[in-house]
Every structure is written in C-alpha cells, then in structure tokens.
C-alpha cells in the first residue's frame, strides 16, 4: 500500500511495489482517458528551489492529465523563503492548502528533512543536489522494461560524470536490486562513482574504466550523462571536463544493434545530434515515459487508483 508514504529514494520502495507502480504506468499508457479524472479535486504544490525543465513540466502535466491542479514556484525568490521563512514553516504551510507535494533543492538531504515535518502530505524528492532523483530512477526501469523486456539480467554502461550524477547514483543503487545486472563505470579519473556509491555493491559486479570505445560493443544499455556545470567550484576543470565524452555515429557502429542509448537530459555535448537519428537512441521517449511514470505515482501515492 502506497498511500501516503513519501518518495526520497528509491530504496524507500520495495521491488514488488515499483513493480505496481511500473504495471499502472503500463495501464496508463494504454488508456490515458480512462485516468484523466482520478485526481480531480486533488492538488499538487510544486516546490522547486533549483531550476527544471523535463522534470518539473512532467510533474505539472501528470496531475494535469490526472484532473488535478497544481501550485508553487520555480524560483524560490518569488516565495516567503526570500524572508528568511525555514522548509519547515515552509512545508507546514503547503500542508494547509496541498494534498502532495514535489520538492527539488540544491543541498543533500533536504527532501528527507522536509518529509520529518508532513504530517499526511506524501512528499516526493525531484533532486536533491548530487544524492538522489528517484522518480528518474522510476521513469529509467519503464524505459528498460518498455524496450528491453525486463530489468533483469543486463550490461549497463554508465557514462559520465559519475560523481556528481544524482540519476546515475539513483540508478545504479535501484538496478543493484535485480538479478544479473552488470555495470561498466566509464567516466575521467576525475569523475568516478563515489566510494559509498561502489561500497553497495559486488565488486564482480562492475568494472570501472576512461573508455567508452573499448566498452561499449559489450553494453546493452548505455545511460550517458552530462558533466554538470552546477556542481562544478572552479570554471577551468568544468571546461577541461566537459566534453570528455561524444557519443557521435562512429562510436555507435561498434555497439550491439539492440543496444539502447538514454540519457536522463538535458543534453550539452555529450551525445552529437546525429545519433538523435538512430532507432537505438531513446532519451526522447524516455523523457515521455516520465510523464506516465510520474502519473502513477501520484495516483498510487494519493491511493485514488480506485477512482478510474
């Protein structure tokens, strides 16, 4: 039973209950009319604290598409935070007038923090910083279901910048969970996947390497990231980094011809836009199955699945 609970990570949720989440979204997708009252009368507060395209307009369009409405901000100037109000006050507040909420922030850990001060409200974290993006991690395993059959028993390439990369952190620590997942961490010395990140998991489980041209002829799954500028302290080592990696059509000739390429976006260099052509990239589809995704977490989270 989801109703009510919060989101912060995804190992907040047991398998078999991201699995009902996943066959909901399956059932959505099928029949998205038959879904589009279910949370008439509900609202959604939209709290984000750090800027967003994909995943703030795939939250906002969910509940629409659900018959909710929404509130909020997407610039936390424009809110009682510019006056020294605290995310406790701040959440408390919401509470009074929302019936869930989405938060993105900046620091590590916020969203659990403002999840110790809902009473009913089920909170879901949209990012926190370099921690965690679970309803990413969510839309990521529909995308692999939906083209790769299953999430079971796969070579996952993971490419980028793996230190700072919230999805990727998320992503790995969920794929863990499922049998005969292999990982391949491809990123700069610089980058590599933080120690607590590689402490979860088997070390026969994944390998760590600098190139991707000599990977990924073994990958089922490529997830690319950008390296992400915010996180960055100095300028020059963003811009030493920043396009370590391009996935162009070269690179693509020697992988499998099943392979799926995503990327959780946005997108600067690190995939040219001529593999945008090839049937093997699916990021654009991925950002849509986050939509649906996100739908069906809302509806099992405010328990109105009934409602249909």
Known sequence: ?????????????????????????DNIIADPEGY???????????LFYEPSTRTRFSFEAAMLRLGGEIIGFDDPNNSSVSKGESLGDTIRTIECYSDIAVIRHPREGTARLVSKFANEMPII???????????????DLLT?????????????????DLLFGRTIHSLVKMLNRYKGVRFVFISPTELKMPTHILN???????????SLDEVIGELDILYMSRVQRERFVSEEEYLRLKNYYILDKKKMK???????????L?????????VDEDPRAVYFTQAKYGMYVRMALITKLLGVEDRK
């Open 1 to 25: 039973m989801l109703k009510g609970r919060h989101l912060i990570e995804p190992g907040d949720f047991q398998l078999n209950e991201i699995e009902s989440i996943m066959q909901l979204a």
């Open 266 to 274: 946005p997108r600067v260099n690190e995939i040219a836009t001529e």
């Open 125 to 139: 974290n949209a990012g926190d910083g370099g921690h965690e993006h679970p309803t990413q991690t969510l839309t």
């Open 200 to 210: 979860q998991l088997d070390s026969k489980t994944y390998n760590e390497t600098t």
């Open 254 to 264: 020697g992988a499998k011809q099943d392979m799926i390429v995503m990327h959780p």
């Open 144 to 160: 692999i279901r939906k083209f790769k059959g299953g999430c079971d028993n796969h070579v996952v390439g993971v490419c980028g």
């Open 36 to 46: 589009s009252l279910v949370c008439k009368g509900k609202l959604l507060a939209s």
